[in-house]
């Protein structure tokens, strides 16, 4: 079956970098897009940031853009999430999730699009 597990999350200060990693299996990978999203306690799950399954196209919440970056690695099943400047507004939970749809022509940017979620991983942005 599906199976999504997030790492590489963890305690940092204010304008430090993390990179998160998410871990593939059990499904044609390179065939789907995947995203990335966060939620924190009490709030509702927000889109960070999504590539399409060909790995050609990206898309970025507005409150990441310039800051995060989403990359596929189709080869080994992997889908990273680099953070540069974080934020203490990033602290969060942070979920990776996979398409619902093979070879979708654009990316999905809405949480009912994905689907799968790993157990997540915390980040925490101290100030």
Not at 20 to 49: D, H, N, T, V, Y
Not at 102 to 113: C, F, L, N
Request: charged share 20%; aromatic share 12%; net charge positive.
């Amino acid at each position: 079956q599906v199976q999504l597990v997030e790492s590489g999350g963890g305690l940092v200060q204010a304008g430090a970098s993390l990179r998160l990693s998410c871990a593939a299996s059990g499904f044609p990978f390179s065939q789907f897009a995947m995203g990335w999203f966060r939620q924190a306690p009490g709030k509702e799950r927000e889109f960070i940031a999504a590539i399409k399954w060909s790995g050609d196209s990206t898309k970025y919440a507005d409150s990441v853009k310039d800051r995060f970056t989403i990359s596929k690695d189709n080869a080994g099943n992997m889908v990273y999430l680099q953070m540069n400047a974080l934020k203490p507004e990033d602290t969060s939970v942070y979920y990776c999730g996979a398409d619902r749809q093979r070879r979708r022509s654009w990316t999905p940017t809405d949480h009912r699009s994905f689907h799968s979620w790993g157990q997540g991983t915390q980040v925490t942005v101290s100030s």
